[in-house]
């Protein structure tokens, strides 16, 4: 491999300290031994320690989970349906209207989608809390599932599921015995993507959050406006540490799996 | 096959399997099928030939019930299919691009139909290992698809849609990556299965010598259309268009005028040459234009001009292909135009070898000819 020029190597640098420095820093403190956050004291966890006997905010990491869990298997079966539709229905009447309208949230302000949804869940008279967060973070996780997912269906050849029918399966059957193995790899990567989009999300979840629950984010979020503490960066850090495990256990499955799959099944095929 | 003769087409109280009234498939404004009527009988082993791009997989399809017919009506077994799912259908296919599924392994692919109906996993598993041991491929039970070689990954799909012995196969150019022998078995195993099983086999294929060989009938398609259905051998001695005789086999084609004769009819092909003579099955009216087909093993080749033949012309051979069992002569004969001899090397040294630039006489017998009208 050529050897990097000096300016290569600058920006790179550059760039990665823009983009890590901060969570460093962040991580580093979380182990400072001192309660004051800008004066280093020596290594320590006890704020992990602390944070252990935190009521409030292990309430909220529960809720974080469980509203995280539930709202990205929900946004990954619509998410994924979407998907089956926009790419084997072919040319049905409102096709364009509907894949517009799947991929629209991708790209509208977080702020009026929680708006709408607050104003939705009023509307109907449904009481926040759990629930409500649930069906919001499913409602804009899906899309970003059903283009996933998408994505692998469009190269998936479609001769498979008639070899299934032909052999005696029903529709639902072939998917399931046959698309969704091959799919999985993307279905699942579409998984934790929704499951990390719903754990970081602050904006939507405080619009749809209610008194009777709280998720991480809104409590971290509260919490620092009194002040930083250890205890937050050490929340953080833990934080951190989950989303990044999801993220790049995400682009690993669906690199890896999802390329060895399609060369597999390429080459499953007369040449 | 020739002691009981197979002829249900022949018999007018026979009823077909399959039967396409009219059928039309357009894809937008291209017409992949155009207005076919065929009808195809149980026990049948039915050879689908053409072209690429004639239609073949199309016809497979909407038996199959992958695709609809545009126009028309397609009966199997008297009911008609239109609203008949694939998987609601005694049919089984083997898609042209083998469509394993590669998630499973070979021995799975082959069970999938079969754990699909209500069978004991006893009977499942002796029916899947009967599957591999006629396609040989024991060996290979627990690989996935992209673990084993071209040809045995059409054996897979041979064996896939094998295994549920249905009513009707269809086989998409079955064993074209096999080598010679291993498909000489195989078309004698296909065979041997549909004596025992009674299947209907349509089968496409591009090798007109294994239509010939496994066929009880055999259609030459273009371009959406059936140009003529018959057995191998009436397809082979009677085609009745030129399509049919240059699809078939190696042809000679010479063009003229016909006028009827004491004995069939004389054929004017070239100015200040002799006519050639030729019987015809059909009426021709004088001064008609027609083509005469000649297979080129019909056509005797020699140094000096032959007695009493009734059809001799002069030429020079320009090219020689030896085949080792047969020899191809390729000879110029007037107007330009290119005759081919086929010749069997019996001899290891002819006594006198036919060479490059000799000029030859080549000769046939009036029955020899097919008169196509244009
Ligand atoms: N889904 C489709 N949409 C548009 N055109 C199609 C479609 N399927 C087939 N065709 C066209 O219909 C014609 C017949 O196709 P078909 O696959 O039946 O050919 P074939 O005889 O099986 O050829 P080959 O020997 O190459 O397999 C082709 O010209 C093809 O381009
Ligand atoms: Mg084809």
Redesign the pocket.
Known sequence: MKRMSWFNTVSITLGFVFLYLPMVILVVYSFNASKLVTVWAGFSTKWYVELMGNEAFLDAAWVTVKVAVLSSTLATVLGTMAAYVLVRAGRFHGRTLFSGMIYAPLVMPEVITGLSLLLLFIGIGLDRGIFTIILAHTTFAMCYVSVVVSSRLVSFDRALEEAALDLGCTQFQAFRLVTLPIIAPAVISGWLLAFTLSLDDLVIASFTAGPSATTLPIKIFSAVRLGVSPEINALSTIMIGIVTVGVISASLISKRASLRQQAEEQAAVRT | MAQNVFAPWDDPTETPLIQFKGVTKR??D?V?IDNLTQDIYAREFFALL??????????M?MLAGFEAPSEGQILIAGTDMAHVPPNLRAVNMMF?SYALFPHLSVWDNIAFGLKRERHTKDAVSARVEEMLKLTRLEKFAKRKPHQISGGQRQRVALARSLAKAPKLLLL??PLGALDKKLRQDTQFELMDIQEKTGTTFVI?T?DQEEAMTVASRVAV?DE?RIMQVSTPAQIYEAPNSVYVADFIGDVNIIEGTASPSVNGYEVRWAEGHAPLVAKASQVLREGQRISLAIRPEKVSISAEKPENSVNAIEGKIIDIAYLGNLSTYHVEVAGGIMVKAQTANTRRLSRRELTWEDKVWLNWTDTAAVVLEQ
């Open positions: 894809f937008g291209f992949a053409g072209p690429s791009g004639c239609g073949k997989t199309t016809m399809r042209q998409d150019e496409v591009h398609m959406g």
